[in-house]
């Protein structure tokens, strides 16, 4: 079954540092897109990230330079290093295969916390 | 990388048919038959209803159908029924090579 699991969500001080996991089953995560997608408390969702089959990563203009997305391959799984955090980082994060495509998979997302 | 534009809330009596839209530019919308529409229920992850505007994955209803017509795109909900009540959100690719999502339409089943 294609399933994709998050973990490293947690809480953490503004300005911290965490990183997020994505495990992939039943598919090859660097032959896809892989996205991370976000949705803070009571909020609509956000596109955060993406990484293509290629390699090539592009970022929502709110998290550029602060967010890093990578893959390894040898694992199967997907990382987001997010740096500098502020509180409007807030939210659920979720892993998703090919977003906006008929193969789309996502996780149940791992909530990450940025308070004081 | 604006929000699509999606109206904040549409309603409907159960069989009704309802339709949300999600307005962009041609730069994400018009551009690209990139389209997808997901549909969230609370405290669940967010669930693929329709893919490249048109397309239903395999079980979802076909009362769900989508359309695309210049710089916006459709998601109709025909027969509405009581299990339809939830968030929907679509996204489109856009030409800066990212994606964008729209700003959210929570459905109600009257």
């Known amino acids: 079954e294609v399933q994709v699991v998050e973990s490293g969500g947690g809480l953490v001080q503004p300005g911290g540092s965490l990183r997020l996991s994505c495990a992939a089953s039943?598919?090859?995560?660097?032959?896809?897109?892989m996205s991370w997608v976000r949705q803070a408390p009571g909020k609509g969702l956000e596109w955060v990230s993406v990484?293509?089959?290629?390699?090539?990563?592009s970022y929502t203009d709110s998290v550029k330079g602060r967010f890093t997305i990578s893959r390894d391959n040898s694992k199967n799984t997907l990382s987001l290093q997010m740096n500098s955090l502020r509180p409007e980082d807030t939210a659920v994060y979720y892993c998703?295969?090919?977003?906006?495509?008929?193969?789309?998979?996502w996780g149940q997302g791992t909530l990450v916390t940025v308070s004081s | 990388q604006s929000a699509l534009t999606q109206p904040a809330s549409v309603s409907g009596s159960p069989g009704q048919s309802i339709t949300i839209s999600c307005t962009g530019t041609s730069s994400d919308v018009g551009g690209y038959n990139y389209v997808s529409w997901y549909q969230q229920h609370p405290g669940k992850a967010p669930k693929l209803m329709i893919y490249?505007?048109?397309n239903r994955p395999s079980g979802v209803s076909n009362r769900f159908s989508g359309s695309k017509s210049g710089n916006t795109a459709s998601l109709t909900i025909s027969g509405l029924q009581a299990e339809d009540e939830a968030d929907y959100y679509c996204i489109s690719y856009t030409s800066s090579v990212t994606y964008v999502f729209g700003t959210g339409t929570k459905v109600t089943v009257l």
């Open positions: 490249d505007v048109t």
């Open positions: 990484i293509s089959s290629g390699g090539r990563t």
């Open positions: 039943a598919f090859t995560v660097s032959n896809n897109y």
């Open positions: 998703a295969r090919d977003v906006a495509a008929g193969t789309a998979n």
